[in-house]
T-cell receptor, first 110, second 114 residues
Framework: QKEVEQDPGPLSVPEGAIVSLNCTYS??????FMWYRQYSRKGPELLMY????GNKEDGRFTAQVDKSSKYISLFIRDSQPSDSATYLC??????????FGSGTRLSIRP | KAGVTQTPRYLIKTRGQQVTLSCSPI?????VSWYQQTPGQGLQFLFE???????NKGNFPGRFSGRQFSNSRSEMNVSTLELGDSALYLC?????????????FGPGTRLTVL
């Protein structure tokens, strides 16, 4: 079993919809939780990060961490075609080695 | 500030050959990490270098090695290439002082092994 599980998708939604992306994990030592966005032929870029449990909001993006369920989510409100990309969850027990999910391909239909 | 650069961007090799990939981190960043990305396995951590020393290592065979120079530039070497080594190799740099160790990724080197 992988330490981090992520539904690979692809996920296709109409423009303006709310998108929910999720990951589960098995290592209770994870403390840092991140979401990266990767466009085609580019490297991943950090979207959001949270430390321990709770919610964090940044514009149209909200990250949630539920450590008791070992479950993290990223919500995208008012989705735009420019949000079409692969979204990778990532987590770390400390500030160095990061474990990534396999990524979810998201497509926003105009 | 210039971002992370990787050279070459694309590479085609044959089985048994060796390859060296290069990464130039963001100016001032002293930590460089390498990852392998494939459709089946996703993004997997190879190793991290900080101040010319390997600080962390993933679960890859000894054919994969790396080094870091005094100017923080890093190289990754893969010897005796196998078909399964075909992947996107990503380099990421970070500031050692960052609490969260945010990593900034380069565009990657696409390696194809024939």
């Amino acid at each position: 079993q992988k330490e981090v599980e992520q539904d690979p998708g692809p996920l296709s939604v109409p423009e303006g919809a709310i998108v929910s992306l999720n990951c589960t994990y098995s290592n209770s030592a994870f403390q840092y939780f991140m979401w990266y966005r990767q466009y085609s032929r580019k490297g991943p870029e950090l979207l959001m990060y949270t430390y321990s449990s709770g919610n964090k909001e940044d514009g149209r993006f909200t990250a949630q961490v539920d450590k008791s369920s070992k479950y993290i989510s990223l919500f995208i409100r008012d989705s735009q075609p420019s949000d079409s990309a692969t979204y990778l969850c990532a987590m770390s027990p400390r500030a160095s080695k990061i474990i990534f999910g396999s990524g979810t391909r998201l497509s926003i239909r105009p | 500030k210039a971002g992370v650069t990787q050279t070459p961007r694309y590479l085609i090799k044959t089985r048994g050959q060796q390859v060296t990939l290069s990464c130039s981190p963001i100016s001032g960043h002293r930590s460089v990490s390498w990852y392998q990305q494939t459709p089946g396995q996703g993004l997997q951590f190879l190793f991290e270098y900080f101040s010319e020393t390997q600080r962390n290592k993933g679960n890859f065979p000894g054919r994969f090695s790396g080094r870091q120079f005094s100017n923080s530039r890093s190289e990754m070497n893969v010897s005796t290439l196998e078909l399964g080594d075909s992947a996107l190799y990503l380099c990421a740099s970070s500031s050692a002082g960052s609490h969260m160790n945010e990593q900034f990724f380069g565009p990657g080197t696409r390696l194809t092994v024939l």
